[in-house]
């Protein structure tokens, strides 16, 4: 009798337990269409200083369009100041696991730090002690954690950058871009830059015999990974590299009267800054920056037309960012000494024809064609005071055509704009005062740091009980560890 009331007790419990787990089966689903809407969206932000300070933050933006600013991790990454910080695409999603992204910064101690960032938001739960003894919000993920160091140059570290999860390119100004291998860290190729010659001394200089400007200022990778493009101190010229040998594969200089209508007289360097690429009307294009100008060429190399125009101010950080990839519209956003964030076009109809001065000699070139102004953020009349160091552009969720801009001002500040991508089409299309704001301005974070470089990305919703699983497996393994140091 024992025996068969066990047997009736088992059995209406499975039947009751199998009623119940079918409405369970369909919970998954409600959960996961749950970001479809998007209500709430994440970004990471990343900023390096010259105090050498690597500060990690997110913003939370919910349906009031009132950003929720909360600190991350804050320490000291770096010997010296920051120059450059990149992030990698997100890594492929794994059931039960959780998603990744890695962090690099360079600086000119000549380091660079490797870091492992969750993609994922933080977990408020257990957060409340923190917040109640810092002055500021601060959600902690424990999922962050240093990965290493590489010490693969000799001088500063001018500029990072992943083409892919599986490859980072660093150059420095050793004059030597470095094609280092993220699955075991390996150096896999070293491009070295030719070292320019002495073009004269001047005077007054301190610098020792030998001592020439020399280093890689920026590079670019174009696309399809075979191309890369950089630009070098001391050289009034851009090299092109083949990166399936590694070898060099052409140089072009810059012309006199192009450095001159870009505003490199004969005093200056007429060095380019940093080089970007880009893809406006299905063609590849890509732009070289100096002081106080941006010139765009075409791939037959050949320019194409001056950004700036009238606007002399100098540049600190631009590149291209694709507006809506259904409409295949891209934009050329600039960063200026003055606090703006410019967006300008680059096609070939919203181009507009400088007039030729009449001077006596006929010897002169035709001027370059001026970009076309589509609207501004910040500056003096978006509340901006201080010069743009540095910022990003983040795509908003998928199906919307929500763009955050994020700058890094010099003083500390860290500005969040939300522009919409109708009204840079809008602004594209029509006639009209080109200065005026566009977009709105979410909120601001005071870092209390002189900011030089950042990066962000958009962060993706959680997947179900990956978490849980991890956890216990880390703790699992703390465990395993304290049983063997007793």
């Known amino acids: 009798m024992a025996k068969r009331k066990r047997q009736v007790i088992v059995q209406e419990p499975a039947s009751e337990l199998s009623a119940k787990r079918k409405p369970s089966k369909k919970q998954p689903a409600t959960t996961t269409t749950a970001p479809a809407t998007m209500t709430t969206e994440t970004i990471q932000i990343v900023v390096g200083s010259y105090d050498r300070i690597l500060h990690g933050l997110t913003a939370t933006i919910g349906p009031k369009d009132e950003p929720e600013f909360a600190d991350t991790f804050l320490f000291n990454a770096h010997t010296s100041a920051i120059r450059c910080v990149a992030v990698s695409p997100v890594s492929a ?16 101690d000549e380091r660079i730090n490797v870091y492992n960032l969750s993609a994922h938001p ?8 923190l917040a109640k ?15 290493g160091v590489l010490l693969h140059h000799s001088s500063t570290v001018t500029g990072l950058h992943f083409p892919t999860r599986s490859k980072l390119l660093s150059s420095s100004e050793d004059s030597n871009i470095a094609v280092t291998r993220t699955r075991d860290w390996s150096l896999l190729s070293n491009i070295k830059a030719p070292i320019p010659k002495a073009q004269g001394r001047p005077s007054g200089d301190t610098a020792p015999f030998g001592g020439t400007p020399s280093g890689v200022n920026s590079f670019a ?27 060099k594969a052409g140089v072009l200089n810059f012309s006199r009267d192009m450095l001159q209508e870009a505003g490199e007289g004969k005093y200056s360097t007429g060095e380019g800054r940093h080089v970007v690429w880009g893809n406006v009307d299905g063609a590849d294009e890509f732009a070289v920056g100096f002081e106080r100008d941006i010139v765009v060429f075409g ?18 950080q631009f590149f291209y960012v ?27 109809e919203d181009l507009s024809k400088v007039e030729q001065p009449d ?20 500056g003096k009349a978006g509340g901006v005071q201080s010069r743009i160091k540095d910022f990003v552009v983040v795509q908003g969720a998928e199906g919307s055509s929500n763009l955050y801009v994020a700058g890094g001002s010099s003083d500390g500040r860290i500005y969040l704009w939300r522009v919409l991508g109708s009204e840079l089409a809008q602004g594209q299309s029509k006639e009209g005062n080109a200065e005026a704001q566009m977009g709105k301005l979410l909120g601001t974070y005071e870092t209390q740091n002189r900011i030089t470089c950042m990066t962000a990305f958009m962060m993706i919703p959680r997947p179900e009980g990956a978490e849980d699983s991890e956890d216990e497996a880390d703790e699992e393994e703390d465990d395993d560890e304290d049983s063997d140091d007793e």
């Open 359 to 378: 001077d006596k000699d006929k010897k002169t070139s035709t001027p370059l064609p001026l970009a076309k102004l589509i609207g501004q953020v910040g």
């Open 322 to 348: 694709s507006v809506d990839s259904e409409s295949d519209l891209s934009v050329l956003a600039v960063a200026t000494e003055d606090g703006r964030i410019l967006f300008f076009s680059t096609k070939d």
């Open 299 to 316: 791939m037959d190399s050949v320019p194409k037309c001056r950004v700036m125009g009238t606007i002399r101010t100098k540049i600190h």
């Open 133 to 147: 003894v810092a002055p500021r919000p601060i959600l902690e993920n424990p999922k962050n954690r240093e990965v």
């Open 93 to 108: 999603p794994v059931p039960g696991q959780t998603q990744k992204v890695l962090l690099a910064s360079g600086s000119t």
């Open 122 to 129: 933080p977990n408020r739960k257990n957060q409340d002690i």
């Open 221 to 247: 990778i174009h696309p399809s990974m075979k191309l890369m493009i950089s630009v070098s101190k001391g050289e009034r010229a851009m090299r092109l590299w083949n990166l399936v040998t590694g070898k």
